[in-house]
């Protein structure tokens, strides 16, 4: 068993209980279909990816003495509530710039949880505003800026973290050698740590990221280039052999982001439902989409198994 605190000196706040559960996914799949749920992570408060980033990402804050955090995010933001949940709980404010995104009730649901975070909350019209107020909000809260979505190196540590997570239930036989990890892509740094601890862990499995989001850029160069700097953090904390990862180890589909952020498809809702009615949480802005590019692969014969679907995300709105 190893995990990355046997191998590097980094400061993480623990939040969870690893490992999350793998099991065999039965939605009528033609291919073998596993989930690894990742949801429960974070001891009921707020599941999912973010919790795990934040792990790292609040060591870090710590590490730096910044007590404030600046980030930003969609008016529906995961990242940004878990920041200001579990930031609060750890000594650190969290200033979020929010930028107008497609209001569903889920949307609805994450603005009102927002409201009662203990954030401070700067709402914009556009992402062209936001920036523009930038150096305003550098300037009045003095913060360590942390990008979108926690998808900063130090937050892509989190899947370097939880690559060697999967090898260990590889290797304990809970899960076999998953061919393709397929995972939802809003920020990349989840899809990024995981290419990264994936290699670390001499795995051979791919990474197949669906790209959900298009306002930032999520192309194969700008997630290889995120993978090698948290590989870069982990040389520094004197980690040796680290891989690289290569955009040509990155494979980033856009076909199944539809209407764009934040927008469900047709497939992925249905996803969503087919899910759901198996006992689920998923919602359509990462994980129906993520499922509905799996059900296309599946019928159209291009998925070879086993396949494991990392649902990111845990409560929905
Ligand atoms: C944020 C989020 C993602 C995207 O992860 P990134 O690391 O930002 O690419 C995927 N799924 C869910 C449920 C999320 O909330």
Redesign the pocket.
Known sequence: MTRLADLVDLPRVPLGTAPTPVRRLDLEYRTDVWVKDESAYGDGKWG???VRKLEWILGEAQRRGSSTILTVGGIGT??GLACALYGGDHGVRTVLGLVDQPVDDHVREQLRRLERSGAVLHRYSSSVRLRLAAPYLMARYRPWYVPA?G?HPVGALAYVDVALEIADQVAARALPEPAVVVV????????AGLALGLRLAGLRTQVLGIVVNDLLRLDPESVARLAGRAGAVLRKAGLHDVPTVTAADLDLPRVWLGGGYGVPTPAGTAEVARATAIGLSV?PV??GKALAAIRDLDDAGELSGPVLWLS??GPRG
């Open positions: 999912g990816n973010k995961h990242w979505g998808s939802p892509v809003g920020s990349g740094g989840t899809a919602e990462y994980s990111t995300h």
